[in-house]
């Protein structure tokens, strides 16, 4: 389709001059929006809203069997794994060893105390899972050949879901289990 | 190495050709049987991208039913042909995502390039790499069309498929280099010959897309040669995931933008004249593909945020380069948004909003690309909110996702290249246009389709329904506990099936019927390339050219660039994965019949 032709008086129209002047001040924003952006997530990381994995040699990875964050998948006998649920530690905090298989996890149900550090480490015995904790900022990634740690806690009772959302096969859909969240002893 | 303008020089005078504001004239080509062989391979790739674009497009509704909670999966017609949500999803994604898009970009961005420069390019090696993509095609649909490499998109190993179809989707992806090398070497040709010229804009624009393309499949390409081929023919005890993933992402991100710069290239330079408008700033426009071509690469990592063993501070440089990406898709909005105030100035429009109206809105064409670009607003804000390191773990992997990408990739891309057909396709074979209104009405479906299937996908998302899983066949309560409270988005998503149903018939009836029609118009007559006017053009020599200009024209230079910035950002962090690499075996987990599953220990 062409330009219609005018039907009223030409119009003034739009000239390099305007456009250039308007062009930067948006380049200005754009940029100043970006790091800002940038400024605002390093922020919310670094005062701990989100529950950081732990990479190589982090904290947890003094492990048995599990070196720079990795673990044979085929070989879980002698690693933590072998049983997988919750310690409580003597001070006072939790650790859960998990073990994502097609299509459940291990441990089925965990209970974990409200208000208490909890460690999670979790590493799958096949294919790619994820481990998602409804509600929560909790999401991450469950790979064969490697563990995931973080550190979160939990500040109200109740029971949670967990979803595996990262696609393992036929039965995906039905990969769930529960965190029951207690809330602490008086 | 292009010819370098002369810097040490004092800054020459500003002086632009009187007829640079002018639309630009493709050069003619003489050769009319090269011309109808350049036009006839074109169509052929685009014709091929929408065959695939049907059938993918045929298998959306029945996603967007399980999303609503109904499981058509387990129909006795449909499950002769399908064997599960899975496969169904698969081919929905591979076809959609890599099969149309591919094949669409490689005719549409040859044959641009090619007309701009009036070049003569060698037709038996474009016809070649024709035929190489769709022997790919063939060998990989193979597996998928019998449940044998139902790995959704990602295809993430341990998950094993057929090796048919690794194999044929690396053949596919290497056409496309062939395609990208052609107009590359093209333009290096047409630089010795024009030294001291600036590329052409439509030019410039498509060498910096395929240089950015041959950037950005490195990591597709290192994954399948160097770990998924050797894996699944048993030349290594097992698969690192992980490594495989990085790669993936290498190429998976940038790909995103290997689709969406297509589609900007049309809404710089041709949309200006479909909607009877001026382009804003070539200068501007070559800045924004530059900053595509350097910063588009070296951010794949923020899909990785939930793997472990990648250091966080990694995940953070990419994020904060993911957040730069933003800026030239910005200045994209203020240039088309430009251009489109102009255009409907220049067709009476007065006032601040009520000069709208007077844009031609019974244009299929520039309708399809108004509502892409409208669609694409969501999709960029839902894109920075996904890359970011804070907010991803709330929305990662869930139905969040897919409705974030069906209005950027579903919509502005796949919208705008539709909308292209309507003239491109008469433009290459000299047909009409059939039911300009039916095409019109596919447009608006399409696009309210979309809303209602974001809408609905953001929102089941944020209450936690995780994406790809077939939700509607789920059994234990807990799961219906969850998703209680999400009928009023599952419904959303369900009615946004019929609508895009409805839309994808209507268009491909105007699409099939257009192409199946005779020949009556001289193609390169009746609907010439569209190319605008411009207020601010770059002019044709660099020595007069401003400084923005001979900055971004050097772009063999800029490309070593792109590749040093990318081996920075994942040089380091692949190092570190290959060094630890852990090997696992594979795993099979998708057919149906539980007892054949499970892991090849002997591996």
């Given at each position: ?8 008086s ?14 930067n ?6 940029t100043a929006?970006s790091v800002?952006?940038?400024?605002a997530?390093f ?9 950081r994995?732990?990479g ?12 720079n ?13 072998s ?12 650790t ?6 097609a ?5 089925g ?23 998602y ?9 469950v ?16 029971p ?7 696609y393992c ?18 | 190495m292009?010819?370098?303008p002369p ?10 050709e ?6 630009r ?6 050769d009319?049987?090269?011309l109808?062989?350049l036009?006839?391979v ?14 993918g497009?045929?298998?959306?509704p029945?996603q ?21 949500y899975?496969?169904?999803?698969s081919?929905?994604?591979?076809l ?5 898009t591919?094949?669409f970009?490689?005719?549409?961005l040859?044959?641009?390039?090619t ?19 769709t022997a ?9 069309l ?21 194999v ?12 990208a090398g052609?107009v ?5 040709g ?16 498509s ?13 597709l390409v290192?994954?399948a040669l ?7 023919f ?8 992980l490594i ?5 992402w290498?190429?998976?991100?940038a ?10 290239i049309?809404?710089?330079a ?5 909607a009877?408008?001026r382009?804003?700033s070539?200068p ?8 595509f071509?350097?910063?588009?690469t ?18 953070m440089?990419?994020m ?13 909005a ?5 251009s489109?105030e ?10 601040l909003?009520?000069?709208?109206t ?8 520039v ?24 907010f991803?773990?709330?929305i ?11 209005i ?23 047909k ?11 447009m608006?479906?399409?696009?309210i ?27 234990l ?20 099936g019929?609508?895009?149903l ?9 699409l099939?019927?257009?192409?199946l029609?005779?020949r ?6 009746a609907?010439?390339l569209?190319?605008?006017e ?18 971004t024209?050097?772009l063999?230079?800029?490309?070593v660039?792109?590749?040093a910035l ?8 692949l ?8 090997l696992v ?9 539980q007892?054949?599953?499970g ?5």
């Open positions: 389709m062409t330009q219609s032709p005018f039907k009223q030409p119009v003034k129209r739009l000239t390099h001059a305007t456009m250039e002047k308007y062009e001040v948006w380049f200005g924003i754009a929006m800002l952006l940038a400024v997530v922020a919310s990381f670094v005062s701990g809203t989100v529950p994995l732990e190589e040699g982090g904290a947890g990875h003094h492990l048995q069997g599990v070196v964050g990795r673990v044979d998948p085929r070989n879980l006998a002698g690693t933590p794994f049983k997988p649920g919750v310690v409580d530690n003597a001070d006072g905090t939790q859960v060893f998990v073990v994502a298989r299509f459940a996890f291990d441990p149900t965990i209970r974990v105390k409200a208000g208490v550090p909890v460690t999670f480490h979790i590493t799958s015995g096949d294919v790619l899972h994820g481990y904790v409804e509600k929560t900022n909790i999401n991450v990634s790979i064969p050949g490697q563990v995931s740690s973080f550190t979160t806690t939990f500040k109200t009772p109740g949670l879901n967990i979803v595996c959302d990262e096969g036929t039965g995906h859909h039905n990969m769930l289990n529960k965190i029951i969240v207690e809330a602490p002893q008086p | 292009t010819v370098s810097y040490d020089t004092p800054a020459p005078q500003r002086t632009l009187p007829d640079a504001y002018r639309a004239v493709a050069p003619a080509i003489g009319a049987a090269y109808a062989s036009k006839k074109t169509q052929y790739y685009v014709a091929t991208a929408f065959i695939a674009l049907f059938i497009v045929l298998l959306g029945l967007a039913f399980n999303y609503a909670g109904i499981n058509v999966y387990e129909n006795p017609i449909l499950k002769a042909l399908l064997k599960s899975y496969q169904g999803l081919l929905h994604g591979v959609n995502a890599l099969v149309f591919q094949f970009i490689s005719g549409w040859l044959y641009l390039p007309r701009d420069m009036g070049a003569r390019i060698n037709m038996k090696f474009a016809w070649g790499t024709y035929i190489m993509m790919g095609l063939l060998i990989a649909a193979v597996p998928l019998l449940n044998k490499a139902t790995l959704l998109y990602t295809f993430y190993p341990p998950m094993e498929g057929h090796w048919a179809f690794y044929g989707a690396t053949i596919m992806v290497a056409a496309s280099l062939l395609v052609q590359v070497l093209t333009w290096v047409w630089k010795k010959q024009n030294p001291g010229q600036v590329t052409p804009l439509v030019t410039f624009m060498v910096s897309l395929w240089m950015m393309w041959l950037v950005c499949s490195l990591g290192a994954e160097l770990v998924l081929l050797p894996w699944v048993g030349l290594r005890p097992g698969v690192d995931p495989a993933k990085t790669l993936f290498w190429t998976g991100h790909i995103v933008y290997f689709w969406l710069l297509p589609a900007y049309s809404w710089y041709f949309l200006p004249k479909q009877g408008g382009i804003v070539e501007l426009a070559r800045l924004t593909f530059v900053m071509l350097l910063n588009s070296p951010v794949g990592i923020h899909h990785q945020y939930a793997d472990p063993n990648i250091s966080n501070t990694w995940k440089i990419h904060f380069l993911t957040f730069l990406v933003a800026i030239p898709s910005l200045l994209t203020f240039s088309i948004a430009g489109l102009d255009a409907a100035r220049a067709r009476g429009g007065r006032g909003f009520g000069m709208l007077h844009l031609p809105w019974k244009d299929p064409v309708v399809g690309q108004i509502l892409a670009m409208v669609s694409f607003i969501g999709g960029g804000a839902g894109g920075i909110i996904t890359a970011s390191f804070a991803s773990p709330v990662h992997n869930t139905a969040w996702i897919p409705g974030h990408f069906h950027t990739v579903g919509t502005a891309v796949t919208q705008t290249f539709m909308a292209i057909a309507f003239w491109l396709v008469p433009h290459l074979t000299g009409r246009l059939v039911a300009p209104k039916v095409a019109l009405a596919s608006w479906l399409w696009f389709g979309m809303m209602f299937f974001a809408v609905g996908m953001h929102w089941e998302g944020l209450l936690g329904v995780p994406r790809r899983a077939l939700i509607s066949a789920v059994a309560p807990i799961y219906k506990e969850g998703y209680m409270h999400s009928q009023i988005p599952m419904a959303l998503t369900g009615i946004s019929v609508i895009l409805l839309a994808g018939l209507s268009f491909f009836y105007v099939f019927a257009t192409l029609s005779p009556v118009d001289d193609a390169e007559a609907t010439p569209p190319y605008s411009t207020i601010s053009p770059a002019g044709r020599s660099l020595r007069g050219a401003s400084p923005l200009v001979r900055a024209e050097p063999l230079a800029l490309w660039v792109a590749f990318v081996a920075l950002m994942y040089g380091p962090v190092m570190r994965l290959t060094q630890n690499a852990s075996p594979g795993c099979n987990y998708y057919t149906t019949v007892s054949e599953v892991c090849n220990e002997q591996r």
